[in-house]
């Protein structure tokens, strides 16, 4: 991948100098074949590239490469040999049936379009996409702007040798600070009838994030396949997407699981028959946005330094709102506030009695080797029927490493950004300690290995990425909590570097510091 990605305005400027000075070069014309192959309809130069090459990419040759674990630590090999992706259909329209449409004609200036006074058609392809690509059309064409409000849709997904046509379903916006403050949203689809999408289990609510705050792209993916390396159970599985809606790209997406309960997620058998000990999803919010759910609140213990700030809440996401009764909430809350005050007071007889340990152990050691800013924030809990109370499943990670000015841009210390108060706690017991200790060294070549991770994923979706950005213009940009050292940055290969530096440097200090 080159180094620079070219702002809108600057390409023009430098396609324009290119045309002046070399009135000889004519634009080449493309049309379709009966296939709906896109074929260049102009004499090539005789000195141009072969197949797959008569466009220039920006993004590298993203040559076939044996993909990284994109699906919750399944690996995939990819097959594009440069001439890249699915089908196109030259008139810029995406059939109902998932085939690739080329924007080349169009004359909006909406994001996710590129316009003729734009000149991208030399890099801005859609057949060159590698990740699998996802439609989704609302009944009347209209924009999805609220989070609140659902509306219906048909969602095509076509690629990696899976393919659904024309599913009904419904979408909305989604998210808190992403939805808020940035232009590519996240989104939210609910399908009429459970779809196992590339196989990833069977689920109605499926997740598109955007993390539109992590020019990578790929913290969220390497925080998912740290938890499923650690053995963490119900860690969300993946996949990279490209999304189009409405016919308009609107670029590289994470497709994942929403975290609920069910057969394929998380499995823990809670009671629509109003039993109290019974299966148990709590999400611990720091904002106390409780919507319809039941919650209960987190009591302080007395005596002790820091207890958790009033807008606390734990929200009961399983028994769902139509089916928790208030025993239930009045059960599980009281449960949760044991485990608080055991942990608080630091008495590890009543903590291996009410949670599961391996679990708080391997939560805490994911969030610590990312640094995650909103440890402290947000969190998931479960508790099996009969059971103890789990850490997890783990969600939430576009500002982790080094990537918010809420926590900076360190490699050093612990709980950036939030304090989690019960890590705090855990972590000052010797017998919590040992246990991190003997976790990290059993994990460390996994831990190592993500710079791998990292180089993998970007080679195989080097084209998405490239496509992601021209639509996208936010490199060297301020984003939302963007640390000035991150702005500072003008090329994606930047950011990669800096990402892959972080880490180095954390792993290093945690070597040195995890005693």
């Known amino acids: 991948m080159k180094k620079k990605f070219l702002r809108p305005a600057a390409f023009l400027v430098l396609i324009c100098m290119i045309i002046t000075s070399l009135p000889s070069c004519a634009k080449k014309q493309s049309a379709t074949d009966e296939s709906g192959n896109q074929i260049d309809i102009t004499q090539d130069d005789p000195n141009a590239g072969g197949d797959g090459q008569n466009n220039t990419d920006i993004g590298g040759q993203g040559q076939g490469s044996t993909g990284t674990p994109d699906n919750g630590g399944q690996s995939n090999t990819d097959s594009d040999s440069g001439s890249g992706g699915t089908g196109t259909s030259g008139n810029g329209q995406s059939s109902g049936s998932g085939s690739t449409g080329t924007q080349g004609g169009s004359t909006t200036t909406s994001p996710g379009t590129v316009t003729d006074s734009d000149n991208y058609e030399k890099v801005y392809d859609e057949s060159k996409l590698v990740a699998p690509r996802i439609d989704i059309k609302t009944s009347t064409n209209?924009?999805?702007?609220?989070?609140?409000?659902s509306i219906a849709c048909t969602v095509t997904v076509n690629g990696d040798g899976y393919f659904l046509d024309r599913a009904s379903a419904q979408v909305r916006g989604r998210g808190n600070s992403t939805w808020q403050y940035s232009d590519k949203k996240p989104y939210k689809v609910t399908f009429d009838v459970k779809q196992d999408l590339f196989g990833l289990g069977a689920g109605r609510k499926w997740v598109l994030l955007a993390n539109s705050f992590d020019i990578t792209l790929l913290r969220n993916q390497l925080t998912f396949y740290l938890a499923d390396q650690f053995g963490m159970e119900y860690t969300p599985k993946y996949k990279w997407v490209n999304v189009f809606i409405n016919d308009q790209y609107k670029g590289v997406y994470l497709l994942t699981e929403q975290v609920q309960e069910s057969d394929t997620r998380v499995t823990i058998d809670s009671s629509k028959t109003g039993e109290e000990d019974t299966g148990y999803l709590i999400e611990f919010d720091g904002l106390g946005d409780t919507g319809d759910f039941m919650y209960f609140t987190i009591n302080d213990v007395p005596g002790v330094e820091n207890?958790?700030?009033?807008?606390?809440?734990?929200?009961?996401?399983s028994p769902d709102d139509k089916e928790c009764t208030f025993a239930q909430k009045e059960y599980i809350g009281s449960y949760v506030n044991q485990v608080?005050?055991?942990?608080?007071?630091?008495?590890?007889?009543?903590?291996?009695?009410l949670?599961?340990?391996?679990s708080f152990v391997n939560g805490f050691l994911v969030n610590e080797i990312v640094l995650n800013n909103d440890m402290g924030w947000n969190m998931f809990l479960y508790k099996k029927k009969g059971g103890k109370l789990y850490f997890g499943p783990m969600w939430d990670f576009d500002q982790c490493c080094g990537n918010s000015t809420h926590g900076g841009i360190t490699y050093e210390g612990w709980y950036a950004g939030t304090?989690?108060?019960?890590?705090?706690?855990l972590y000052s017991m010797p017998q919590f300690r040992t246990l991190v200790k003997n976790k990290f060294n059993e994990m460390l070549s996994v831990i190592e290995g993500l710079d791998t991770i990292i180089d993998e994923t970007v080679a195989k979706y080097d084209r998405d990425i490239t496509m992601n950005y021209i639509v996208w213009d936010t490199i060297g940009t301020e984003i939302w909590r963007s640390p000035p050292e991150l702005v500072s940055l003008y090329s994606y290969e930047d950011h990669i570097d800096y990402l892959k530096t972080w880490l180095d440097n954390r792993i290093e200090w945690l070597k040195n510091n995890i005693t």
């Not at 209209?142 to 409000?149: F, G, L, M, P, Y």
């Not at 207890?307 to 996401?317: A, E, S, T």
């Not at 608080?340 to 009695?353: D, E, V």
Request: proline letters at 2%; glycine letters at 2%; aromatic letters at 12%.
């Open 142 to 149: 209209q924009d999805i702007t609220s989070k609140d409000i």
């Open 307 to 317: 207890n958790w700030l009033p807008q606390y809440k734990g929200i009961v996401k």
């Open 340 to 353: 608080n005050r055991a942990i608080l007071t630091k008495n590890w007889s009543s903590i291996q009695k």
């Open 355 to 358: 949670i599961d340990v391996d």
């Open 419 to 425: 304090e989690n108060l019960w890590f705090t706690a």
